[in-house]
């Protein structure tokens, strides 16, 4: 009930502060519940906290009391930030009116304007799946299907694939194009399902001209809706419809998916988005930056701030341009232009989560999932090669993404001499030069524990 107040409480504060404002200083707030008057708030950094109760605890007291909840004051403390992504900000729709394409019944998800290719960067990581796209987005005829765009979280897939579909209606505005994400195609599924309206579904998805579905490892394990998926997919690729999926990983990796749908998605064209590098990331700053720059007008930046941010800020795209949109209206609040200190001051919680660092038991146990051995497996004395095998890349990533020494990361591993490690990580070199599958594997795991 109180949760749903703040709802909105939120909504209304959205439309009276601004949607940069919202989403800097309010969207970050964690509601912890009212009593006796009292409305409690978990902030990530106590200097969000006492920012908000300084100019904004005025008109959110106001807010919870005409939504019928008597508060009398504010109360914030600092915790650690929830790991999910931000929900999005309850006008975002408002302001942004997305100019889906004309809907003609299709029951797609709206396209983000935002998500175009001129305002998609290009860098080495993600060069070829960015040439991928633009090619398909150019229509024409179908040279690969599907598409199959694969990467970690923020890497640009939603983004590219929106860009697809906005190219293609520029370029052909009566092409039939359904973007929607696999839990929305699920929906959808059961839904008529219920309403018997299973006949029109199939008949509706059967009849576009092209076809994507965002992050389909959703489905995995959801038998019926897979099976749906697969008749769809199939029916489409017949009648040569360009299909573009996209998933967190190669269709190989994705458990839990039948067999007979990796081997169809494996068909077609097959592309990943690698992680940032640092030119990459500076080059979205930058890009990012200029349109900052003119919607706050006059604002300026120190030299040397988004290279710190690119240096400091890895995880994925989406962190780093939150990052950059709380700096740039912190320092249009402040008035004054935004410095070294003031962003290592104003990003301290986004700074710390990405020191984050990645411990050697997430790497035994990731890699033990992975490979579905037992943990204890990992570093029992077992030397079979379905269990020693594991251990070594557990050894090798080890070395590679913690900074903990050979003789240490030998205890870890049951005690095992410096010496075994050592060749344990020679081992895993020698055969990710050999051997693909091994490399992809490898990739994979750094990507999972690295998220
Ligand atoms: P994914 O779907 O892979 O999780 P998104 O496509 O949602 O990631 O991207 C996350 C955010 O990062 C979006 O706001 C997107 O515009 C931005 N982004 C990602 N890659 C790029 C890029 N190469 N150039 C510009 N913006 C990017
Ligand atoms: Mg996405």
Known sequence: ???????????????????????????????????????????????????????????????????????????????????????????????????????????????????????????????????????????????????????????????????????????????????????????????????????????VFRSVDVLMVDDVQFIAGKESTQEEFFHTFNALVDQNRQIVISADRAPGEIKDLEERIKSRLQCGLVVDLHPTDYELRLGILQQKAETFKRQYGGLSLASGVLEFLAHRITTNVRVLEGALNRLFAFGSLVGREITLELAQECLSDILRASDRKVTIEEIQRKVSEHYNIRLSDMIGPKRVRTIARPRQIAMYLAKHLTERSLPEIGRRFGGRDHTTIMHGVRKVEELRAADPQLAEDLALLQRLLQA
């Not at 969000?48 to 914030?76: C, K, P, T, Y």
């Not at 983000?112 to 633009?134: C, M, Q």
Request: aromatic fraction near 10%; proline fraction near 7%.
């Open 1 to 203: 009930m109180t949760n749903e107040i703040w709802g909105n409480v939120r909504d209304e504060l959205c439309k009276s502060i601004g949607r940069n404002n919202f989403v800097t200083w309010i969207e970050p707030l964690e509601f912890a519940g009212l009593s006796s008057g009292v409305a409690k708030f978990v902030a990530p950094t106590s200097f969000i906290g006492d920012w908000v109760s300084r100019n904004f605890s005025e008109q959110i007291r106001r807010q919870f009391n005409l939504n019928g909840a008597e508060v009398s004051r504010l109360e914030f403390c600092t915790g650690a930030p929830r790991r999910k992504a931000p929900a999005p900000a309850p006008a975002a729709q408002a302001e942004a009116p997305s100019r889906a394409p004309e809907d003609r019944d299709l029951p797609g998800a709206p396209l983000d304007e935002r998500f175009t290719f001129d305002s998609f960067v290009v860098g080495k990581p993600n060069a070829l799946a960015h040439a991928a796209a633009r090619r398909v987005g150019e229509g024409g005829p179908v040279t690969f299907n599907p598409l199959f765009l694969y990467g970690g979280v923020g890497l640009g897939k939603t983004h590219l694939m929106h860009a697809i579909a906005w190219e293609l209606q520029a370029r052909s505005p009566e092409l039939r194009v359904l973007y929607l994400s696999a839990e929305q195609f699920m929906y959808r599924f059961i839904q008529a399902l219920r309403d018997k309206q299973i006949m029109s579904f199939k008949e």
